[in-house]
């Protein structure tokens, strides 16, 4: 059996960056992976901008709208309706080897190269101390540790009105992106209402990004404005999971295992074993190792521990969900004013309820504009005849504006995972989820929309409705093996050793405890960088 | 069966767009029809295609009421063929308009609800 000192499972935002830690500290380290792979790699899309290529490009519909058309669902605006053709190898097989069955939570899971990564709108929220503390984390260390990363990725922020919501005490940051025609709009209408909307307890600023925007890094250039976002990362402005995949692979430390998928771990001694099948043989294959770490996923790690202590300590799991709802807006300042070449697809502007800085419960609203998602996903909103709801559409489309409103979230006892047998799935198992939110969550939730959707109009923008996506159909999961100080069955201890083992680290979200409003990916590679660290300090 | 969808192509892209479809196009609907194993025909879509004339008419109906119907699916599949086609790129892309053209909007959303209303007749006459 294959040996080696690091194995790392996983390949997404928090297994590269826990590779990374423990390959610069000179490490050896094997990363194991299903990692599908990008079939339109290197990139099909030509270097030009969205319009160029819209008017010039014959070859566009391999991208827009895949290979027969593979990438046009009807009336679907549920789970992954915003992954395009390029990028849909992340869902690759997914309902094959990690079935999830539910009524209330269908996630997106990624088993692609560089996970659920692929597809991230590369929003990196800093959490503030008290949400650092409440997810169960260091504090001091958490915000040393955001430095380290946002080195290492590159971000993208603006120190205005906002920036304790967006940036919190980040140093390490380039400018924000120019702001396109919509949000250059909605912002100087803002600004002039400023003290409405002070009134109102309503701060908008701008969205924190992993994007390069002045500082080109080596392989990687600035952003160019091409509104070409959700279907290539040809200039790999945007930091991807993949891209420091690829750069530790050129590492001689660094071994990277493709096909595998991990299933269970076992521990003898000093040596951990982790199990899994071949996907190409579908057959049962292992390695070894003295220090695991798992970087899956909350959903995987759940797996994988569920199936590794499940003879011994039950199996239900609790988890969190961000809820979600967006929200069409339009902008009739903006309407026919014609094609914008230098356009952005990822979320430009933020806004926070600044009266709710002590609340647990709390929401964000990003905005985005609308146009390289093309007019196919949205004409069936159109209670109208195909033929006259396109100049319709195609008149507004200048002024339509997109607003997404994330929910906080914390456990209950209606938020559970279990491991059912089923034989019939490859690994003779199938996660079941139960998501419901309570009465009192639900009217929070839409009480705070309300409030963001009447500050909107202030600035010219007015919503058409409110979409709630199926529960887990657009972002972020966590909490399934809580952080604890003191030993318990599924719970990981702070330096983020599963309890149980002696050589088991979880270094995705697993551990959360609670999932604040503002994105979690900055604090989950946060996370996996002081996880890295701590198992260097076990050594 | 090729014929038939290329038929079918050449009716749906003359009602989206007023054009008839590039040999490119006809392909690649023919494609992403039979990648969809959808062998059933619905009456109502048979009908529209024979009939391109009951074409809105239908359509608006469907997308009150029957918004996942065969018609509404296979207009949408045309559609999405379409927009990603250079030869129709400006038939989709924002496109300048002096604020006027709200008026011709507005008629065009009135011809709609009359289209609907029409369709509700055929619907029901026919017994599609």
Known sequence: MPTFDYIVVGSGCSGAIAAQTLVEAGKRVAMLDVGEANPSSPSVVPDKDYVALRETDPEQYRYFIGEKASGVTINDTGKGAQITPTRSHMLRNVEDYIPLQSKTFAPIESLGYGGLGIGWGLQCWEFSREEIARVGMNVERTIAAYETVAKRIGISGTNDTACSFTLGELQSYQPSPDMDRNMQRIYRSYLRHKQSFDRAGICLGRTPLALLTTKAQPGRKTYAYRDMDFYDDNDKSGWRPWMTVDTLREKPNLTYISGFLATRFTERGPVATIHGIDTATKRPTAYRCKRLILATGALGSARIALRSFNTTQGGTLPFLCNPYTYVPCVQPALFGKGAEPRKIGFGQLSAFLGDEAQHEDRSILTLYSYQSLMLFRIIQQVPLDFADARPIMQYLSSGIVIAGIQHSDKPTPHKTLRLHKNIGNLTGDELQATYRLGNEEITGQRQRELRYLKGLRRTGLYPIKRIQTEHGASVHYAGTLPFSTTEKPYHTDPSGRLYGTRNVYVADSSPFRFLPARGLTFTLLANAHLTAENVLKHD | ?128
Do not use: N
């Open chain 2, 1 to 128: 069966m090729e014929q038939l969808l290329e038929t079918e192509a050449a009716a749906l892209s003359h009602y989206l767009v007023g054009d008839k479809p590039t040999k490119a196009i006809k392909i690649l609907y023919r494609e992403a029809v039979a990648a969809r194993h959808d062998t059933r025909r619905e009456k109502a879509f048979d009908v529209a295609v024979r009939h391109p004339t009951l074409l809105p008419y239908l359509d608006a109906y469907d997308a009150w009421f029957r918004p996942s119907s065969q018609l509404r699916q296979r207009l949408h599949l045309m559609f999405s063929i379409l927009e990603a086609t250079p030869e129709f790129a400006a038939d989709f892309l924002p496109s300048k308009r002096s604020a006027w053209y709200m008026l011709i909007l507005g008629l065009l959303g009135i011809r709609g609800i009359l289209r609907l209303a029409v369709g509700g007749l055929i619907v029901k006459v026919w017994g599609l």
